[in-house]
């Protein structure tokens, strides 16, 4: 188990934005958290991250609690953040590097691991340019890039594929799928194709509640729908609750 | 060794924005020039090289506020702060990280103003090094509002605050006035704040008067660790997402 949350809880004032979350996550596993806006998934993540204290409750991540062992549970992950976060005066090169080296990569290493990423993601011809200067497109690209120079354990993609052309959200899906089973990934996105190409399980947030957990099949079969958009309609409607 | 890696991604991070760091460089080589010129027609000594000067560099540094104050701001509004909050760093990292690049462009601003300034007619000797050193404690303290601006406004507020922290800082200063021309309240503040005696520590430095550097430069160091404190307070309830 690479991801054990229990009872993750967030308010804000007295507003419940994330309610008594509770799952488990297998190691290698591909999870796509779904919800519309203001679910609660940035919120669920930004806790998972140690980026925002959680009211209540605890995560552990391969082993390391996020409450009482932060700094250990960081070293474990990474985030590609919902805004792209690049260093804007930096290269894309430059970029990959800072990112390796401020997880103790030695310049050496994180050379070859900013190569082997730039292959990976079509960022070599543009290794020499500065990241403002990227489209927003390629900007997501270096962002998730960036995210991979870590090598982590647990991954948190937290809508990579937003304002990525067809050619490059395709490029990023035959991406994440060769780290399927390696890397721990858990996903937030609108759009479901990608969920039905790459997610193992599907978790659908509603109001800070986890409605519904399993494969998209599991899913069809208990709500009897016949496509994932269907059913997540339905459990996300107003007064189904 | 992060906060290194850290200072370096900041460093270039400044010094490939050349607009401001010119404008930081220049205003204050042409303001020294402007006044001396003016000096040549005036009756008393204000503008003296040797007086004008050390106020210069030290109103120079007030860009040091701005720069450090506007790369926070914008790492805060870009998200990637957030993305670096995610990593294993630490508090002291992320400030070491921020005030370390910010050194040498002070350091920078002190030679140009300096050499300037010698071309303007003042001496060189031993005391000229000593003001650098005083020099360099005060730029702490300028670098120390920038991060305190920036861990509290947005990139966008931090240009307005400056503003009135450049007015502020040097009008308060003595550089261009003595506070006791004007006297009552207004001295009181400007002796309140640390600007007046940041000027007056590197005045003295310069005029060789060694005892005189101490009290004025003892309040400064005082405000820079007090700035300090705060804003590494303020950045740790950030990093922990508490506002
Ligand atoms: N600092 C905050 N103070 C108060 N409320 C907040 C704060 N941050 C987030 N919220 C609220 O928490 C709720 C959940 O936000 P969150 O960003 O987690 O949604 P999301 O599921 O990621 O939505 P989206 O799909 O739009 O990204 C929203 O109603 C939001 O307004
Ligand atoms: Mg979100």
């Not at chain 1, 062992?69 to 805004?83: D, F, T």
């Not at chain 2, 607009?19 to 040549?40: E, H």
């Not at chain 2, 509002?145 to 966008?156: A, P, R, S």
């Not at chain 2, 931090?158 to 001295?187: D, Y």
Request: aromatic share 10%.
């Amino acid at each position: 188990m690479t991801i054990e949350i229990k009872g993750l809880t967030k308010h804000y004032k007295e507003i419940v934005v994330v309610d008594q979350l509770s799952l488990c996550i297998e190691k290698g596993e591909f999870f796509a958290l779904l919800g519309q806006n203001a679910a609660g998934k940035t919120t669920t993540i930004k806790m998972l991250c140690g980026l925002l204290p959680p009211t209540d409750g605890d995560a552990i991540l391969d082993g390391e609690s996020i409450v009482y062992h932060q700094v250990a549970a960081k070293k474990k992950i990474n985030i590609s953040p919902q805004e792209t976060a690049v260093a804007p005066n930096l290269t894309v090169l430059e970029n990959l590097l800072f990112m390796g080296q401020i997880y103790g990569c030695s310049k050496i290493e994180a050379k070859k691991r900013a190569n082997a990423q730039m292959n990976l993601f079509g960022l070599t011809p543009r290794q020499s340019s500065k990241a403002k200067t990227l489209s927003g497109g390629y900007m997501r690209r270096l962002s998730v890039a960036m995210a991979m120079m870590s090598n982590p354990k647990i991954l948190f993609l937290d809508e990579p594929t937003l304002g990525m052309d067809v050619r490059a959200r395709r490029d990023l899906w035959k991406i994440l799928s060769q780290l399927k089973g390696e890397v721990t990934i858990v996903l937030t996105t609108h759009y479901l194709e990608e969920v039905e190409m790459l997610a193992d399980r599907v978790g659908i947030m509603h109001r800070g509640k986890m409605r519904a957990l399993g494969t998209i099949q599991q899913l069809m079969h208990e709500t009897k729908k016949h496509s994932l958009e269907e059913v997540f309609l339905e459990l996300t409607e107003e007064d189904s609750l | 060794m992060k906060a290194s890696v850290f200072a370096i991604r900041n460093h270039k991070e400044i010094v490939r924005d050349p607009v401001t760091l010119i404008f930081g460089m220049g205003l204050p080589v042409l303001i020294m020039a402007l006044f001396s010129v003016m000096q040549k027609n005036m009756q008393f000594g204000l503008f003296e090289i040797s007086n004008l000067a050390p106020g210069v560099i030290v109103f120079s540094f007030s860009f040091l506020t701005l720069f450090s104050g506007m790369l926070l701001g914008k790492d805060k509004s870009s998200s990637f702060l957030m993305r670096i909050f995610a990593s294993p760093m630490s508090a002291g990292d992320y400030i070491l990280g921020y005030v370390l690049p910010l050194l040498p462009i002070a350091l920078l601003q002190i030679i140009f103003c300096l050499l300037t300034a010698l071309f303007l007619g003042l001496s060189f000797n031993i005391s000229v090094l000593l003001m650098v050193g005083v020099l360099i404690v005060i730029s702490l303290l300028y670098i120390g509002f920038g991060l305190l601006f920036g861990t509290i406004f947005t990139d966008k507020q931090v240009g307005g605050i400056f503003a009135i922290f450049v007015n502020l800082s040097t009008w308060l200063s003595g550089t261009w006035f003595e506070p006791e021309m004007i006297g009552g309240t207004f001295q009181s503040i400007a002796q309140l704040l640390p600007f007046v005696h940041a000027v007056n520590a590197a005045r003295a430095a310069l005029s060789g008067a060694y005892l005189d550097v101490c009290l004025p430069l003892s309040i400064v160091i005082g405000y820079t660790v007090f700035i300090f404190i705060i804003a590494t307070l303020l950045f740790k309830r950030k990093m922990r997402g508490l506002y």
